[in-house]
DNA sequence: TTGTAGTTTCAAAATAAATTGAAAGTTTAT
DNA sequence: ATAAACTTTCAATTTATTTTGAAACTACAA
């Protein structure tokens, strides 16, 4: 496999990927094609590497910003603006897992306290009462896990950040 | 909130929630229902509970049963099947932990260790090598996580087995 | 100002995914 | 065998999501 077959796969590998977690086809394909180039890119260079509308590029690469996954980088005397990914993988998985957490286990946890709270009597409502506690102990256990990830490397980076001050 | 409204709120948000991971809003709504019901249920209960026709159902409970997340019931001297869903939420999370694996970090990992081949020869393909390399650094981390959330919970199963034995 | 290079927005079009419903298929009882 | 009760399948439809492209917007330079 040459390298640019290589890089053809991983770009394709990771839109189709990315489908079956929330996200959209481009939006993991302008990543994708980030992450890869040593060089920052300009929203030109991304929708013709990729053969997508400028409108599409410009929504996406936005999402990705949002995401934290990618920067913004302005060239001396350039007027357009460029793009570049973070690179530092552990760090990107630190941001989905942040973003992830944030949109889907917090809504969860919120819902599931207020479900907890209704009163036992039937034995319907003893069933349910007894889903909503073990469904809370699982997203706990998620919460906690995602946590962790996130902290692990803060903490991580804050020993970094010391050792220099050492 | 009554209980009637509870339900209605589990359901619901179960199913919205559902839409933001790969998983539809029927399948999602279903597994719910069954999930709070202290009794079986069979087609035509949730056909109505739910609203859906019975394609729907029929093809969804399919799925459902695929993931190992709920078992048909025939009940004596019924012809028509029932559906239970599984209760133990550690089991459940344990299934979904294990269908996810099987779709989503596998076939990752099959494709990175093949991209990982390649050789190093420009900026360009280093660039990549290095990328390669930090994602199968995460990736086996995901993976490993979710293992062990599947093995621990297989283990305390094996544990409760031999407990009979001794 | 006015023009130019660039970015963003968003209604409309294209694409993808979920759902329906009726026909075909199964199983059991008579 | 035939019918009745029930389940599955799948082409057609509906719904939801993604993508396009051109107009509106912004920032800068002459």
Same mark, same amino acid.
């Given at each position: 496999?040459?390298?640019?077959?290589?890089?053809?796969?991983? $770009?394709?590998?990771? !839109? =189709?990927?990315? =489908?079956?977690?929330?996200?959209?086809?481009?939006?993991?394909?302008?990543?994708?094609?980030?992450? @890869?180039?040593?060089?920052?890119?300009? =929203? &030109? %260079?991304?929708?013709? +590497?990729? +053969? @997508? #509308?400028? /409108?599409?590029? #410009?929504?996406?690469?936005? %999402?990705?910003?949002?995401? !934290?996954? $990618?920067?913004?980088?302005?060239?001396? !005397?350039?007027? *357009? &603006?460029?793009? $570049?990914?973070?690179? %530092?993988?552990?760090?990107?998985?630190? +941001?989905?897992?942040?973003?992830?957490?944030? *949109?889907? @286990?917090?809504?969860?946890?919120?819902?599931?306290?207020?479900?907890?709270? $209704?009163?036992? %009597?039937?034995?319907?409502?003893?069933?349910?009462?007894?889903?909503?506690? /073990?469904?809370?102990?699982?997203? #706990?256990?998620?919460?906690?896990?995602?946590?962790?990830?996130?902290?692990?490397?803060?903490?991580?980076?804050? /020993? +970094?950040?010391?050792?220099?001050?050492?």
């Amino acid at each position: 496999m040459t390298f640019e077959e290589a890089k053809d796969k991983f $770009i394709h590998t990771w !839109g =189709t990927l990315a =489908t079956q977690w929330g996200i959209n086809r481009s939006m993991a394909q302008l990543h994708a094609v980030l992450l @890869i180039s040593p060089e920052a890119m300009s =929203t &030109e %260079d991304v929708m013709e +590497q990729l +053969q @997508i #509308s400028r /409108g599409n590029a #410009s929504m996406n690469l936005r %999402d990705l910003m949002d995401w !934290g996954l $990618i920067y913004k980088q302005l060239k001396p !005397g350039e007027r *357009r &603006e460029f793009f $570049i990914a973070e690179k %530092d993988i552990w760090k990107v998985a630190r +941001q989905v897992a942040k973003e992830r957490r944030r *949109r889907e @286990i917090t809504p969860v946890v919120e819902v599931l306290d207020e479900l907890k709270a $209704i009163p036992t %009597d039937t034995p319907e409502s003893i069933e349910f009462q007894r889903v909503m506690a /073990g469904l809370s102990n699982v997203v #706990s256990f998620a919460d906690n896990t995602l946590n962790a990830v996130i902290k692990a490397e803060e903490n991580w980076l804050m /020993g +970094q950040f010391l050792k220099v001050f050492r």
